[in-house]
């Protein structure tokens, strides 16, 4: 579907599904664009009011203005670059005193495109700041409010490269594998408190990422691609369904849990007191 039919088929959605029941506020970072703004669009529809935050003044004003005259709900901008320790601190404070937030989508994020050593060790940097440490310190601001509310929800935006880091430039697959690591351990430490954990783990989607990640979306073969809107309405219906990690195109949820059964499996193995046999030196056996 072209953005165009996208972005009607979307106005269409929010204006037929517009629940006008209040949620609280969702801060929604990288809503300037891509997966933000459609995360805009279909929160709003589904009862919240928005706070976003991105870099650029003017995508993110026409997103709101798109948002508040769709749905009639209170839409806030904050520009900031997340990368930079200062604006950070700004959403950070937002994130701590605004006590009408009750959902975090942590969805910024950039990748390299290129493999390790071909990279600018510099980008690799920013990478990590935006992917990692923005949303750990993001993460850290918003989750005391939530817990003593007993409520609230945290999403985080991994990617399937977080799984198969092999695929393409192996940094950008570690940030988004912490993601995925960070959702799990936030589940187990904050699920019994009222508060819902989903990490979502989508595979290509249509975006400008690839675009802005200098790697053309047109090189991949189109049936590993998703349009954005459908990934973000499977991740919402995810997140409806309660689950704690959501990939949108694995076609039968038994394989995720053959491989969570498999690392489940392993947990208790992973520290004892010996070494295993195969590495015990001959004279030891
Ligand atoms: N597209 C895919 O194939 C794919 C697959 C798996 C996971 N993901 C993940 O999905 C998330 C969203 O990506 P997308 O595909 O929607 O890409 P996108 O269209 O490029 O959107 C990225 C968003 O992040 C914002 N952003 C970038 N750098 C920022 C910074 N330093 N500070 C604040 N905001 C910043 C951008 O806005 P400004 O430029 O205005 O700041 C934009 O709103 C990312 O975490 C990405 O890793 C994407």
Redesign the pocket.
């Known amino acids: 579907m072209s953005a165009t039919g996208n972005q009607a088929r979307r106005r269409f959605l929010s204006k037929a599904l517009i629940d006008s029941s209040s949620k609280g506020s969702a801060v929604i970072?990288?809503?300037?664009?891509?997966?933000?703004?459609i995360y805009a669009d279909q929160l709003a529809s589904w009862g919240y009011d928005l706070i976003l935050?991105?870099?650029?003044r003017e995508?993110?004003s026409t997103v709101a203005k798109r948002v508040r005259e769709d749905t009639g709900r209170s839409v806030e901008i904050i520009v900031?670059?997340?990368?930079?320790r200062g604006?950070l601190a700004h959403v950070e404070e937002t994130l701590r005193t605004n006590a009408s937030i009750t959902l975090l989508v942590n969805?910024?994020?950039?990748?390299v495109p290129t493999p390790f050593l071909a990279a600018d060790i510099g980008k690799i940097d920013?990478m990590i700041e935006?992917?990692v440490t923005?949303l750990v310190r993001l993460t850290y601001a918003v989750m005391p409010a939530f817990v003593a509310r007993s409520k609230g929800a945290v999403i985080n935006?991994?990617?399937?490269?977080g799984i198969a880091p092999e695929l393409l430039n192996g940094v950008?697959g570690g940030t988004?594998a912490f993601v995925l690591a960070f959702g799990l351990s936030l589940h187990k430490e904050f699920s019994g408190r009222g508060i819902r954990i989903q990490t979502v783990v989508?595979?290509?989607?249509?975006?400008?990422?690839?675009d802005?990640s200098a790697t053309p979306l047109n090189g991949l073969p189109a049936e590993v691609v998703m349009d954005?809107d459908e990934m973000v309405e499977a991740a919402i219906a995810g997140f409806e369904l309660g689950e704690t990690i959501t990939i949108p195109s694995l076609p039968d949820v038994a394989d995720w849990e053959t491989y969570e059964a498999a690392r489940q499996n392993l947990i208790p193995k992973l520290s004892l007191s010996c070494p295993a046999g195969r590495y015990m030196s001959a004279h030891q056996r």
């Open positions: 970072t990288g809503a300037s664009s891509g997966i933000g703004a935050v991105a870099r650029n995508r993110l900031a670059d997340l990368s930079d604006d969805n910024a994020g950039v990748g920013q935006l992917n923005a935006i991994s990617s399937a490269l950008y988004k989508p595979g290509a989607t249509a975006t400008d990422f690839w802005i954005a």
